[in-house]
């Protein structure tokens, strides 16, 4: 079992910046690859980042690359959001997960095996 708890969510003006971060407990972290996902009102819920067990290869959704950056530091199993360039259609819960595939970065949902509860972002215009 694996606990995930999301922080540093919070109300932003457009052009800010905010970081989220994803505390993790339960199991080896770097037996699993990390990610955060995002779901805005009336929306489905979207990929936004996704890092594996190494913190080798970071990968994006088109809609947040060269604003936001993923990272991990497995001595504190912490996962984290920088999120840069803050624009209002970035509003949304963000939710941290894990894949117990620890190789493997999924933009699809149903890849991952623990959810968090989400933090609220929301961007002002």
């Known amino acids: 079992q694996v606990q995930l708890v999301e922080s540093g969510g919070g109300l932003v003006q457009a052009g800010g910046s905010l970081r989220l971060s994803c505390a993790a407990s339960g199991r080896t972290f770097s037996g699993y690859a990390m990610g955060w996902f995002r779901q805005a009102p009336g929306k489905e819920r979207e990929f936004v980042a996704g890092i594996i067990w190494s913190g080798s290869t970071p990968t994006y959704a088109d809609s947040v690359k060269g604003r936001f950056t993923i990272s991990r530091d497995n001595a504190k199993n912490m996962v984290y959001l920088q999120m840069n360039s803050l624009k209002p259609e970035d509003t949304a819960v963000y939710y941290c997960?894990?894949?117990?595939?620890?190789?493997?970065?999924?933009?699809?949902?149903?890849?991952?095996?623990?959810w968090g509860q989400g933090t609220q972002v929301t961007v002002s215009s």
């Open positions: 997960v894990a894949d117990l595939n620890r190789g493997r970065i999924s933009a699809r949902s149903e890849s991952y095996d623990y």
